[in-house]
């Protein structure tokens, strides 16, 4: 399942204007992914940045993972490239965080919306628990100088695109719609879809029934007069 799954979403997301992914060693569960900031608003705007995302045998049960490849310089992002993102925790609350199921990993998500979220991070830093701590004092009391590393981290990144590479102008990116039900939870089957419905044999039973019914009242009825008439008679 997981492969048809990944598959599915691979395909979705090579139309896609603001993320270029290619698999990495022809495995489905392990993708090569470049995001493409498009948003003129972001510090981060213009940048390639190259990252990897390797998917659990079990996915969409348990989230990926993701790390940039290249320094990136965020308050949310370790040294390393790992993010700290609540959507790539595994499911359920986590009380020691204060994390909402809601926020975090469900197997409703797809790799779209965390690619999408990724975005949304780089350009809304969460700095009162911050991954990367000299990122974060920086962001809060120097935001000159982290826009001016920001800004070399995007020119370099741009060496990371392959040749004949055109940077879009812009492209729209929107949340997916996310599934109520987990994918594939109901599995296709040839019983009849009104399984819990009437039939017309069910008709025809009540009929019968509500019919002999009947019957068995004017047959009660009739004793009543006889009983009556033999009182009368006495």
Same mark, same amino acid.
């Given at each position: 399942?997981?492969?048809?799954?990944?598959?599915?979403?691979? =395909?979705?997301?090579?139309?896609?204007?603001?993320?270029?992914? *290619?698999?990495?060693?022809?495995?489905?569960?392990?993708?090569?992914?470049?995001?493409?900031?498009?948003?003129?608003?972001?510090? %981060?705007?213009?940048? %390639?940045?190259?990252?990897?995302?390797?998917?659990?045998?079990? %996915?969409? %049960?348990?989230?990926?993972?993701? =790390?940039?490849?290249?320094?990136?310089?965020?308050?949310?992002?370790?040294?390393?490239?790992?993010?700290?993102?609540?959507?790539?925790?595994?499911?359920? *609350?986590?009380?020691?965080?204060?994390?909402?199921?809601?926020?975090?990993?469900?197997?409703?998500? =797809?790799?779209?919306?965390?690619?999408?979220?990724?975005?949304?991070?780089?350009?809304?830093?969460?700095?009162?628990?911050?991954?990367?701590?000299?990122?974060?004092?920086?962001? =809060?009391?120097?935001?000159?100088?982290?826009?001016?590393?920001?800004?070399?981290?995007?020119?370099?990144?741009?060496?990371?695109?392959?040749?004949?590479?055109?940077?879009?102008?812009?492209?729209?990116?929107?949340?997916? *719609?996310?599934?109520?039900?987990?994918?594939?939870?109901?599995?296709?089957?040839?019983?009849?879809?009104?399984?819990?419905?009437?039939?017309?044999?069910?008709?025809?039973?009540?009929?019968?029934?509500?019919?002999?019914?009947?019957? *068995?009242?004017?047959?009660?009825?009739?004793?009543?007069?006889?009983?009556?008439?033999?009182?009368?008679?006495?």
């Amino acid at each position: 399942m997981a492969e048809r799954i990944l598959l599915n979403e691979f =395909r979705t997301l090579s139309r896609e204007e603001w993320v270029n992914i *290619e698999l990495h060693e022809e495995n489905i569960f392990k993708w090569d992914v470049a995001l493409i900031v498009l948003n003129k608003d972001s510090m %981060y705007y213009g940048g %390639y940045f190259k990252a990897r995302m390797t998917f659990p045998q079990n %996915y969409p %049960y348990s989230p990926p993972e993701f =790390r940039f490849l290249q320094p990136l310089w965020h308050p949310n992002i370790y040294k390393d490239g790992r993010l700290c993102i609540s959507i790539l925790h595994p499911p359920g *609350e986590d009380e020691m965080s204060g994390e909402l199921a809601a926020e975090r990993w469900t197997p409703a998500q =797809r790799v779209e919306s965390v690619l999408i979220s990724i975005l949304s991070l780089l350009d809304d830093a969460e700095c009162s628990s911050p991954a990367n701590v000299d990122a974060g004092v920086m962001f =809060r009391t120097d935001p000159d100088h982290f826009r001016s590393i920001v800004k070399a981290q995007v020119e370099s990144s741009k060496a990371n695109m392959p040749p004949g590479f055109v940077m879009p102008v812009t492209a729209a990116v929107t949340p997916p *719609e996310v599934d109520k039900e987990e994918p594939d939870f109901w599995a296709d089957s040839d019983v009849d879809s009104d399984v819990f419905g009437g039939s017309d044999s069910d008709e025809d039973l009540d009929m019968d029934q509500f019919s002999g019914s009947e019957d *068995e009242d004017e047959d009660e009825e009739d004793d009543d007069d006889d009983e009556l008439q033999a009182m009368d008679d006495d």
